[in-house]
């Protein structure tokens, strides 16, 4: 009998400890969740002062996930929306150089992750504009972010709302080699898959004075993700989208280097340099930069498949 009511009293113990324990994870997940929530939201990003980089060509991202404004008497053209944390930034850097967040009439995507489409919808809300995306890319974005190339912890993250990013309205979709005009502006898609089925470089003419140069703004040159997780191995379908890609765009004759993330184009120095130098344009126009990363990308995507043999 003694040992029957010792028996009861220790599960009884237990069950007290485990919903002690369970209380005490359902408070720290209420507690730091929200935080955790509104951590990548932000993705750690700090503000960067906005300014002109040729023409009617203007970066308004912040310190590393890149934001182009293009102006123009009919309209604006915003390329990319950051996280979903950093539209806010992006719209207090359209305004401090003197424009209005209204006039943006297109909105464009480099690819659908979380940094660069997360803040679409925010800021197609405030400026009313049209959403064009390549239609590789469009079922990821309208899902928020969920894609069968992602990891599968990944799309756990997404689903559980952590990493989902609120879906913009799709207006249009395009194909490679689509031209989207609005006024005086216009931009060439050149889909350059691989980090994204979808992944777009946006190539387009700027006018700086009597010369007209060629902006690139190339959609992503890293690999979709770290080869040693889990073993993951490029399919023949990958493969041939980025062998594809490289080819694209050494094809481009660019002039002014620009990328989806501020390091790749040496953001930081150029932004440094254009103060000192005589023509602030100068730094910006970087054909050999631009060729450069592109073989370095290349050599990586080879060694990784040779690794993979």
């Known amino acids: 009998m003694i040992s029957t009511v010792r028996t009861k009293s220790g599960k009884n113990r237990k069950r007290r400890i485990l919903a002690g324990i369970a209380v005490l994870l359902v408070v720290a997940a209420l507690l730091v969740v929200p935080k955790w929530k509104v951590a990548i939201n932000n993705g750690g990003q700090l503000p960067r002062q906005p300014f002109r980089i040729a023409g009617n060509l203007y970066y308004v991202g912040s310190r590393d ?9 009919e309209g604006h053209v915003l390329i990319d ?5 950093t539209a806010p930034m992006i719209l207090k850097n359209i305004a401090t150089l003197g424009f209005r967040i209204t006039d943006v009439k297109i909105l464009l995507n480099s690819h659908a992750h979380f940094d660069h489409a997360g803040g679409l919808a925010a800021l197609q809300q405030a400026s009313g504009a049209q959403l064009w ?4 890319d469009a079922a990821m974005i309208s899902s928020g972010g969920i894609s069968y190339r992602n990891m599968a912890p990944v799309n756990w ?3 559980s709302g952590l990493m989902r990013y609120p879906a913009p309205q799709i207006d249009h979709q395009f194909k490679d080699g689509a031209q989207i005009s609005l006024g005086p502006i216009r931009l060439t898609a050149h889909v350059t898959a691989g980090h994204t089925p979808g992944c777009t470089t ?11 140069l060629l902006a690139v703004s ?3 040159l890293s690999l979709p993700m770290p080869t040693s997780l889990f073993n993951w191995k490029y399919d023949a379908t990958l493969r041939h989208e980025l062998e594809r890609s490289f080819v694209t765009l050494r094809s481009l004759p660019a002039d002014i280097y620009l990328s989806s993330h501020a390091r790749p184009f040496s953001l930081k120095r150029k932004f440094e340099e254009r103060t000192a130098a005589k023509d602030p344009v100068t730094p910006f126009i970087d054909r050999k930069g631009y060729l450069e990363d592109i073989k370095k ?10 690794e993979q043999q």
């Not at 996930?65 to 008497?73: A, K, R, Y």
């Open 65 to 73: 996930v890149t934001c182009f404004l293009l102006t123009g008497p």
């Open 202 to 212: 946006w190539a387009f003419p700027v006018q700086d004075g009597k010369r007209e």
């Open 133 to 136: 995306v390549s239609e590789a």
């Open 297 to 306: 990308a290349e050599a990586q995507f080879c060694k990784t498949l040779e």
């Open 81 to 85: 929306g950051g996280y979903p944390g």
């Open 218 to 220: 190339i959609g992503s």
């Open 157 to 159: 993250l997404i689903y």
